[in-house]
């Protein structure tokens, strides 16, 4: 079992930046392929970021690139999602996630098997 905790969202004006931290039980972290989405009211959860367990290597959806970086540090188990610039459009329940198994190139819902129970981001105009 991995327990996933996040935090660090809240409410920030249009042009500020906050940083979500998702911490991870578990001694095998640095295995698994970790990620960020969100859900708007009334929308579906969508993919944000990935960060890959072999080489780190990310991918975010096209709306954040530029503005939103995911990283990791595997010593703390922790993976964080660095988001400036913040737009209204951007305020969402964001929730981490762990891809175990090491599925897929982590951008879908389906290849996580454990979940957060998300933050809250509020982005105001």
């Known amino acids: 079992q991995v327990q996933l905790v996040e935090s660090g969202g809240g409410l920030v004006q249009a042009g500020g930046s906050l940083r979500l931290s998702c911490a991870a039980s578990g001694r095998t972290f640095s295995s698994y392929t970790m990620g960020w989405f969100r859900q708007a009211p009334g929308k579906e959860r969508e993919f944000v970021a990935t960060?890959?367990?072999?080489?780190?290597?990310?991918s975010y959806i096209e709306s954040v690139k530029g503005r939103f970086t995911i990283s990791r540090d595997n010593a703390k188990n922790t993976v964080y999602l660095q988001m400036n610039n913040l737009k209204p459009e951007d305020t969402a329940v964001y929730y981490c996630?762990?891809?175990?198994?090491?599925?897929?190139?982590?951008?879908?819902?389906?290849?996580?098997?454990?979940w957060g129970q998300g933050t809250q981001v509020t982005v105001s105009s």
């Open positions: 996630a762990a891809n175990t198994r090491r599925v897929g190139l982590g951008l879908r819902e389906y290849e996580y098997d454990y």
């Open positions: 960060i890959i367990w072999l080489g780190g290597s990310t």
